[in-house]
């Protein structure tokens, strides 16, 4: 689990902050020989949490400390679709869950945005719309691997609100039947007085249900949202009803405190009357709510319907080809969960992005605040470690066919060999070869040059210090030798303003020296 | 063009409106889109976010309360414990460390939230991962804008403590909510079937756990290792076989022969795992012993994964016959198995027949097969065939062979599982037309209760519930079972206190362990919340 060898990573403490409280907590006091092993292993699978690159973190100017992203807390300053950079109005975003409204779409198949294109026909339908340039319908088209909307069926009429236009239409072309959001007929007529507001609902489509409408041809389960409304509509109902007048003490019977948020029968749903299983007909007290009896309650069996809807989907999966079926990572976005088929998969609305601004976890300083604006990349406030803390990289000394020479080192720029590794690294990959010349050999010393960079402007004072011996699978054994455990380096002598500052990077380094001794066999990589 | 508000919001403002200060709906309010992600949220006030968190071995699925479908499922697989800036898997050649080792003790372990088994276990590494977790999943799906109010939060009801104690701090450190209330995921299941008892299979990823629920508690429960662990190792097995027989017959141009694991076997499962029914099954291993299998329908396989790529030909029988032997167990006596590792008929057999003759009456009629393995397509109708038989055969006898002595009554009474002579089965129906005689039209009706007429009506649909036939219920998932309680503000059994869980943490709660009076394994109830004992409560069944 290691990246190419050479790498810095900044450990931050924050995690053992919480493993010890939880320890005091929740298990027996644990003894000093805990506090021995405390050191950090980068080894453990723990440290993968907490490891970070130095331009990953933040620094608390008050607590002295790095923050790292799990000891910092977070607030949105504003919601972008990373395609279109809109800024979307927290008023909607939640319940268009949290996905851009515009016309972005990515593709199901590779993820790459999709693009509105226009269908050109030989006689384009007279549109009423003088706007429209461009004869319909349209589609959705992947220029990345030409998947078009066209492969599921649906082509839309206009080329704006693709949106609405898509969520009317079932793969295939055929209308979503409309959504049946509301408690259906026949619990309404089944309704006490009590609930007579639900009569005072516009009811055009309230009869049809969905087990009345046309059934789509691939779907036989109703909609698992029409269905979790069927039930919620249920048991809004259930809390309602069945506490009516009926719990000693509820003297004013006005629906408003009967609904389902009141205290009298919030608890009533889960702990009813545990021996009405027995006395199946309690013959004093308030009756017990019931089960959902009816689809249009939300139950839904196992039926033979369904067996034949099982076995349809066994015949397509026998008869069509491996990449018909759609694929674990094609399944992973909500939109598409439930697809078996490509054929079964939908354009997926980009998930919005946020800019955040981040406080320190301890005492609430403001370390990060970007603009608010979506477009610009500036920020107000920007607390990193890069600027105060200490920069570290290591790089081997090795052979001098591979290696220059350690003079040319020191006179380039060492930050630059620490950022290369990081977004190249198949720089440093073959360094993982037990071939390299970086990589440890038996009984052979290796030399690494260790370069600290300052930024700060007082000097700082470096201990250096390591384990006697290298454990893991590289190298396990192996003696570590620091030459200069103790050195200075100067202050940052750079005085100009911040700006220029971030350009000329000019700050002192000092440069220290390990070597290590390869004992022993390496094992394989 | 702007949609008409959809009714459901009506009703929700009327039940709520005199009841709290209400937000209008909201005018930009669009339809089509609150129908393609989620519930509309003007159906709860704006401000509040209710989220609901559901643990499982390998996901934590995480969204909103109200909502009808999680927002996003949270994998722990290798991949997600990468360090920060670790961008190895963009780079192109990139290959996972290769798997373990079939045979290998812990295959698959290290796509695990958790082994239950907390000996072995590195809880700060669970509380890393969880972490992890949770905010990515706020910063990629949730994207909070206020710190949210109430906090739900699915377990497994047999949960062990330094677990729990582990996700509760974990999240009361990383999303500041006062109180997070927990919920078991057989309770939770059955209120997303529906139903209020129940026989809730949930084909997991490391057991199967049966658990019969009557009125929203917990009767019984047991387990079995059956579940989608061995469905993946068993056609990780199929798929290496038939690799290393391509490598063998030299089909394939060159290098040694890869190993596949835990990704590719889903791979084979999402796109073509099914079951047979129990008749075919049982003549194709029949045919199986005397033909050839040569003429069997094959399907395409294609593994990508390895180098170069290959296509594997696999009779689509045999895929089945995986899962299948992984969860029915043919082929092994039943006698050789463990009690962990009974077939999961078997293990809702024997829960069934542990239960009280009206429990399982109940229960049998609403068995509920939930979990990550239960969409495999045929599983379903697959476990209540051989339920069948097993009734069947063996009627509600808790002795399964008597070996060479005879039975105490003839086999035949027992034919028919459940005579309940005096119970009617009306169908729905029955109870539509019942209820139509009380219908008033709207204009006639008086805003007043009638209790009577209430009263009576909710008791003919109570005391005739049908019973006694097997039956499978559909649930919509614990997590939606969830979010319905979230939403309807029900209070969960277990409330936690963030304060007192900080300062106390579990060992406060424990104290309380008899404070709802009953016997822990079926206290699902009483002394709680809005019953007024608010200085008292307890841990619940998680003490
Ligand atoms: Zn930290
Ligand atoms: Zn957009
Ligand atoms: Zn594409
Ligand atoms: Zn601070």
Redesign the interface.
Known sequence: ?S?SFPYT?YACSC?DN??T??KR???EPQSAQDEDERTFDPRS??S??????I??LLYCTECHEMRC??CV??E?IC?YCPNCLFEA???????????C?RNCFNCPICTSPLSVNSLEQPDPPPDDKPANKFGGPYILHCPYCAWSTLDIGITFPRPSNI??Q???TLNGGLPRPP?D???SS?LK??D???T????????P??DTSTSSSPEPPSAR?PD??D???H??????HQ????D???LPGTTS?????L??????S??R??????S???S???ESG?????????PE??????DAA??AA??A??RA??TT???T????SQ?LD??N?HARAVDDLRPI?P??R?KRAKRCGACRQILAKPEGKVTSVRSKIKLLALQNLPKLSIKPLASPSTMPPPGTSAAGRPTSTLLTT?SS??LA?PALSPSSPFALRPLTTTHYLLTLTNPLYDSIRVHLAAPSALRGRHGAGSRVTILCPQFEVGANTDRRKKGERERVEKVRREEAFWTVLGVGRIVGL | ?RA?P???Q??AS???????PHTPI?G???????????????LMH?DENFLVLEFGSRYLRVG?GGE?????AMTFGPED????????PW?PGYRE?GPVSLEAQGWGNEYELWDMDTREL????V???I??AV?LAE???????LLPRKMTVVLPSVFP??LL??VL??LF??I?VPSISIISSS?ATA???????CLVVDVGWAETRITSV????EITHSRSVRAGKRVLRELAKLLNEQVSKRFADGQSESGKCPTLGL?EA??VL???G?CRQLADARSASKANLSNDETDL?R????ITTTDPPV?LQIP?QDIAAAIESALFAHGSATKDLDDHEQSIQLAIFRSLLALPI??RK?CMSRII?TGGIANV??L??RI?QELEYLIQTRGWDPVGDYGKGRPRRPRTTNKNPTPSPGATKPT?TD??SA??E???P?AH???????I???I???R???A?IQGML????T?GAW?GA???A???????VEVDRDRFLK????GYAKDKDADGGPTR?S???G????GERGKWSLGMWA
Do not use: C
């Open positions: 689990m990246v990573y995690a919480t493993s409280q939880e907590v929740s298990q699978r723990r993968n949490f907490s490891l970070y690159p331009e990953h992203p799990r807390t977070e949105v919601w109005p927290s008023s909607t975003i939640k319940q268009e869950g949290h996905r409204s949106t609405g898509l969520a009317k959504r959001r509301k408690p026949s007529r089944s006490p007085p009590t007579h507001h639900l009569d005072d609902l516009p009811s489509t309230s389960t698992p949202q269905r979790y409304h039930l919620l509509a249920f048991y809004k809390l309602s009803t069945s009516a007048a009926l019977t006005s629906a408003s405190e609904g389902p948020g009141s205290p009298s919030i608890a749903l889960l702990h009813m009357y545990g009405s299983i027995r199946r007909a309690p308030p009756s017990p709510m019931r089960e959902a009896a009816t309650e939300g139950l839904l069996i196992y369904a067996e099982d076995d989907t066994i999966m026998q080809a491996w990449d079926h759609a694929s674990v399944r909500a939109t969960r609305s998930l919005l946020t990081f690294p198949t990959l | 063009m008409r959809s009714p459901s009506i009703t009327a039940l709520s409106s005199p009841n709290s909201a930009a309010y669009s339809r089509s889109l609150a129908s393609l992600y989620g519930s509309p949220s003007s704006r909103f009808h479908a999680h927002r996003v414990e990468r360090r920060v800036g670790d961008f190895r780079l460390d590195d809880l700060d590494l509380r890393d991962k972490e992890r905010r910063r990629t799906n949730l994207m909070l804008d403590r330094p104690s582990v701090s974990t450190s990383s500041q309770i209120i997303g079937a529906g139903v209020r008892s009557a009125e929203y508690r990704n889903e791979e999402y796109r073509l099914w329908p399907s395409d396989i294609e296509t689509f009206d429990v109940i097969v397509p045929g379903k109708r209540k729905p109870n539509d209820s139509e009380e219908y008033i709207p009706r008086t805003p007043d209760p009638d209790p007429a209430l009263s009506q909710n008791r649909a109570a005391t519930p039956r499978l219920v559909e919509q939606s979010s319905l309680l939403f309807l503000r029900v209070k969960g059994v106390e943490g579990l060992a079926k699902f109830g009483p709680i919340g809005a019953a």
